[in-house]
């Protein structure tokens, strides 16, 4: 995903090798390289002025003195840096301290969704957990399919809106997901599934009705964790998008989908900053196991390396 910025950014690190102390101007030079990389990657301009600002104070200031040469000391600037746009430090699921701890997932449609709610069912599942899927999104056809498709291969139980989940639906809306979700975490509390993740429907393009569709089942079943799924490929659209999301539904982490990709992964360095939320996860393939907790040192180490 970030090669290219990568090997900007090393390429940037390398004129610096070998220097006694730096200069203002080779400060403000290697700053300037690391801006139109960062740009280049699609990184959201607000967080590219405030990272350079950041990364060029603390370059200024640092001390010469101890283990690290000025070229090192710069690479250590940027990498805390990086790791604080990041979000700082992993951050877990929080469970309910009454089962069922209730997750549901909200984001354009074709983010990942439904293939992180098998992904996190997984997880969860080799844990030692007893998820439930419950399919809210009625808006799609096939999505109650896809669902119990995933669900299947994880291994766990959904909870659907069709008798079967023959997949007989049509893209009509089918039913109402608010009561679908509501019915959902009832049916996991019931039957004692710890955890329930409750897929919701998702559009082309941010829309008010599809927003207030999850801002509703968000206020019906009061869920612990909301998670953001964002495609990491969107790259400049990544800061609309997650903010529109933000303020229509609130969540409470991001999940970045599509890592694997190779398209220059801007919404990652972007949308922690931007919305103030944790990135908690990241989706890095098709498979169910291409998924891993977010830990944003080995995300920035990983940039740097
Ligand atoms: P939803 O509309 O948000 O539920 O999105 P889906 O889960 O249906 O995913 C849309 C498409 O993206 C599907 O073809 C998935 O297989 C694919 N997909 C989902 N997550 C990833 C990922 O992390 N990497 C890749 N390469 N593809 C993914």
Redesign the pocket.
Known sequence: MFNSLSDRLTATFKNLRGRGRLSEADIDATVREIRRALLDADVAVPVVREFTAAVRERALSAEVSGALNPAQQVVKIVNEELVEILGGHTRPLSFAKVAPTVIMLA??????????AGKLSLALREQGHTPLLVAA?LQ?PNAVT?LSVVAERAGVPVYAPHPGNQGAETDVVIGDPVGVARDGVAFARDKQHDVVIV?TA?RLGVDQVLMQQAADIRAAISPDEVLF?IDAMIGQDAVATASAFLEGVDFTGVVL?????DARGGAALSVAKVTGRPIMFA????KLT?FEVFHPDRMASRILD
């Open positions: 984001g354009l449609q074709g983010a990942g969704k439904t293939t992180l999104d799609r896809q897929d998702g799924v989908s599509k890592l694997d990709g989706s890095t393939g098709e291409d």
